[in-house]
């Protein structure tokens, strides 16, 4: 039992100066971490497992001007409520059981690696969403009226034709619901890097659109490159809680378990989280092809 408690000491040290190097980790990287720089963040209790939304719209028309004695119709809400599941996020590494006297540092790579894997998952899921899961991402929330395609676009941004990148960000940006400013523009590198090259005037096209963004003053305000987005569509939105959420239950963390087959002890490095699309028109997509 000594030894039982002694290694449980040991175990529980070692994941106390792990979760010291997952905090390091979020401050070098966290402009990386594409999905906590473009969604809001709301943080929820770590025994909540769903999160219910509640939404109310607006009925009746609302305030009327009368002649007296004419009553004007009532206005109303009407309250609906969206039932949102929290996903974990996982990986780990093993740690043998005769590697328990050494410097917790010596495992800060498999931290970084967890880490790095989990903030892609992370990634992929509030951008891209997951069809086995039924959860939507920034892409795919995207509806068809807010596409500017290549049949609608102006022209191919690869500069293979004659085209009008501005234009194609004023065409997308008249698309969003006028209860919303666009605030980023997210892509894959490749789509994202054609907006440093030089339009008619020798100017980045960065610095022709940048306007277009309230708030943004230099290009890191408003363009976020991932490679979880598919080359050939960037993605225009707002940073609004009344768009896009994500909620987290609990950010990153360290757990031990107990002793395995081949004397290893296996660690886990978790997070618990989901992205919540409240308005699909908040969001427009252009075709750079």
Known sequence: MIQHDSVSAILQHK????EREILDYIER?????VAR????????GASIEIDVVTTYDRTGGGAAVCAKGVVPSPTGVRAKRTNHSIYQILDGFDIHEKDLNLDPKLKAREIDICMRNIHKAEDDLCLNGSTTLNVTGITSAV?????????????AWDS????????DFVAAINLIDSDFEPVFCAGNPTDINYLNTLDSERQPYWKTVIDLFPGAKSKSDFLFKSNRITAGTVYIGPKDVLAAELV???NP?????????????????????TPEIHNTDAFVSIATG
């Open 15 to 18: 994941a106390e100066a792990w």
């Open 253 to 273: 963390k360290v757990v031990t378990l107990p002793l395995q087959r081949g004397r290893v002890y296996p660690v886990e490095v978790y997070e618990w989280v």
């Open 160 to 167: 293979s034709e004659a085209n009008d990148i501005h234009a």
């Open 143 to 155: 509806p068809s009226s807010n596409q500017i395609s290549t049949s609608t676009n102006h022209g």
């Open 37 to 44: 720089k473009i969604l809001p963040i709301r943080n929820v």
């Open 29 to 33: 990287y966290s402009d990386n971490m």
């Open 248 to 250: 987290v239950s609990e």
